[in-house]
Structures are given as C-alpha cells and as structure tokens.
C-alpha cells in the first residue's frame, strides 16, 4: 500500500487543478518525470456520490501511467466524504486528499475549499470520516489563513488536522483572501513541519528549481501547480536542481514535440473533438515566448482538429 513516509525525499507533487490536471496532463508529467506524485483534479464529492460523469472522468487515470495517483476531494458534508472516500477505494486510487483551501469565490461561497478554515470543528469531522471510510492515507491541503495567518488558531487547526488521523499536509503560503496574488509565505509552513510529526509540503511561487531549493528548508517536499502551465519540464529541473545535477533546457524543437505529445494523450483521453478544444489553454501557455506567438496563438485557438493544429504548430519553427 501506498505510504507517504516511504517516499524518496524531498517529494515533488503536481497540484490538484481544476481543468488541468486531468489524465494526459498527469502522463505527460510522468513521462518527464517518473519522480512526480500526481494529484487529480479538484474533485465534488457531490458529484461522485451521484454517478455524474464529469466528475468520474476527473479522478480517472491510466494505472500503467500514473500511479502512485492521489485523489482529491471537496465538499463539506462529512458523511459525503466517507461515501466518497470509499467510491475511490474501489476505484482503485492510491490515496486521497481533502481540499481545503481552495480560494475560488464559488467554492468559497458554498462552503467548501478554504471557507472550512472558518469552521475548523467541521473540518475535523472531515477528516474523521474520510479516515474512518478507507484504508488509504487521508492528506490534506490548506491554506495559511481565510483573511491573515493567525499563528495560534493556525497552528492547533493543524495539530488537530493531524491528531484526526491525516498522514500528510500540503500548505499554501497565501491565505485564500489574496487567491493568488502577492507573495506566498512560506514561514508558517516552516513552522508547522516543526509542530507536526506527519511529512508535510509546501506550495506557492516555485517557478524553477532554484525556487524549490531555496524554499524546500525544513520540508518534505515541494508541490507546483501554475508554475508547471507551459513548462511541465519544471518537474525535471526541480530534481535536477535536488539531486545538485545539471538541468538543460529544451529546445523550441522540444516544446513542439511535447505539445504534439501532449495532443495526442489529450485526443486519447477525451475523444479527438473534445481533447483538442481542451488543449487550446494549455497551447496558450505552451507558446508564449515564440516568435509570432501572437499571430499562432490566434490560429490555434480556432483549431478545430489534430492535424490542423499540427499544421500550425510546425509552421512556428
């Protein structure tokens, strides 16, 4: 069974996001990176519990190609998270991870992501139920604060978060009032690795491996989300930059190859129609920086097809 402190360290995770991290962006990552733990989509455990096919195909994934693959949830019934906690047991998931600390306005707004900060009692039912319902290790990913860092609320939210059965924490260095702006802070995180006994991660301003070393410290492990948007090479130079090996950067040649990889995993996972439609924000990301970049984002955006978008992309060289 997967186990979180039998890890090579110091981990490096791909953040849960929503629309991105579904499973040809997690392959993708994997085939860079064999090193990476990959996390699913922001997933409703809603949404799981009434069979909506949407949220299936979010926690779906290749188990040749992914694993160790670790699900992530949000709600805020607890009840719903032991029934969706044992929906992915059956899955066939390697663990699970409950959100909260998603910023969003929407999530906040129903009570989910980081609005449970605000309601720490309810949080540890959460993580008490998820816990009850599976064998998996139950992690947990949150945010510094709702409106500031509050050391004394944050650090028994924390303790308790462990002492209700968590075997791992993620922590944004931002509270969920500056989303994602500003600067993340990763002292309190530093802290916290200090009072828990349990591995815990870092998330927040990790552009480079030079980022990741610099703010690994104290940590288990670094965890990057839109830092991986249009250079997922990122993973690869963030344990070249731990193992003190050199990293080379890739060519335009490289990129070109990789978004064309990328299309194919996405065509595979999500049909021809979809999967391209899909890549146009990835493609967004991929090209910046190209000569022209301007003038081929504008044709790829329209791209309707595989090979009208291999067209295009060649003619970027």
């Not at 849960?16 to 991290?21: K, L, V």
């Not at 944004?172 to 994602?180: I, P």
């Not at 530093?190 to 927040?204: C, M, Q, R, S």
């Not at 924000?281 to 309707?304: C, D, M, T, W």
Request: hydrophobic content about 40%; proline content about 6%.
């Amino acid at each position: 069974m997967f186990d979180w402190n039998s890890l090579p360290r110091p981990i490096i995770a791909l953040a849960p996001m929503s629309g991105y991290t579904d499973s040809a962006y997690r392959q993708l990552i994997k085939e860079i990176c064999p090193r990476v733990i990959c996390f699913t989509e922001f997933t409703s455990t809603d949404g799981l519990l009434h069979g909506n096919e949407a949220t299936l195909r979010q926690v779906a994934f290749h188990p040749e190609k992914e694993r160790p693959i670790i699900a992530q949830l949000f709600g805020k019934k607890p009840e719903n998270f032991s029934k969706a906690a044992k929906i992915l047991t059956e899955l066939g998931v390697d663990a699970i991870d409950l959100n909260m600390g998603c910023p969003a306005k929407k999530v906040v707004s129903a009570d989910n992501g980081s609005a449970l900060l605000k309601n720490p009692e309810l949080a540890i039912k959460i993580v008490k139920a998820a816990v009850a319902a599976t064998p998996l290790p139950v992690s947990v990913k949150t945010r510094i604060g709702t409106t500031k860092f509050d050391p004394e609320f944050f650090f028994k939210f924390v303790k308790d978060i462990e002492a209700a059965g968590a075997k791992l924490l993620t922590v944004h260095g931002r509270t969920a009032k500056q989303m994602y702006s500003g600067t993340s802070d990763w002292d309190p995180i530093y802290e916290v690795k200090k009072i828990l006994k349990i591995p815990v991660i870092g998330n927040g301003d990790i552009k480079n491996g030079q980022d990741a070393v610099q703010k690994l410290g104290n940590l288990d492990g670094v965890m990057v989300g839109r830092g991986s948007f249009g250079n997922p090479w990122i993973f690869l130079e963030i344990a070249a930059a731990f193992d003190k090996k050199p990293f080379v950067p890739p060519t335009q040649r490289d990129k070109l190859n990789l978004i064309k990889r990328h299309l194919d995993l996405s065509c595979e996972f999500k049909g021809e129609k979809w999967g391209t439609l899909e890549m146009r924000k990835h493609i967004v990301f991929y090209i910046r920086g190209f000569p022209g970049a301007s003038n081929f984002r504008q044709k790829l955006v329209l791209a309707e097809s595989l090979e009208e978008i291999n067209k295009i992309l060649e003619e970027c060289l």
